[in-house]
């Protein structure tokens, strides 16, 4: 069993900064691709950024210069530093990992967090 645990999200003006935190915890023998996903109300779920273990990075053409994924592996956490954000990027926003356990290679979600940009 694993678990991934978000944090981080909140209320913040337009052009504010927040930072999201995924931890991954369970039974956990090395994880691939980490990412962020996002899904707004009436929209489908889409990647925002995705990292690789070795620290390849991929982003959404939306957050590009303005956002930056990075994580620890030793601690199997992913981040989400989020700069200048706006409204329409008002989010629940989904913790995603690509895990090899003792049962096999499983993908897993976190259970989200709210980010709110107020105009």
């Known amino acids: 069993q694993v678990q991934l645990v978000e944090s981080g999200g909140g209320l913040v003006q337009a052009g504010g900064s927040l930072r999201l935190s995924c931890a991954a915890s369970g039974s956990i023998f090395s994880i691939n691709a980490m990412g962020w996903y996002r899904q707004a109300p009436g929209k489908q779920r889409e990647l925002v950024a995705a990292i690789t273990s070795g620290g390849s990075t991929n982003y959404a053409d939306s957050v590009k210069g303005r956002f930056t994924i990075s994580r620890d592996n030793a601690k199997n956490t992913v981040y989400l530093q989020m700069n200048s954000l706006k409204p329409e990027e008002t989010a629940v926003y989904y913790c995603?990992?690509?895990?090899?356990?003792?049962?096999?290679?499983?993908?897993?979600w976190g259970q989200g967090t709210q980010v709110t940009v107020s105009s």
């Open positions: 995603n990992a690509d895990t090899m356990t003792p049962l096999g290679q499983y993908d897993y």
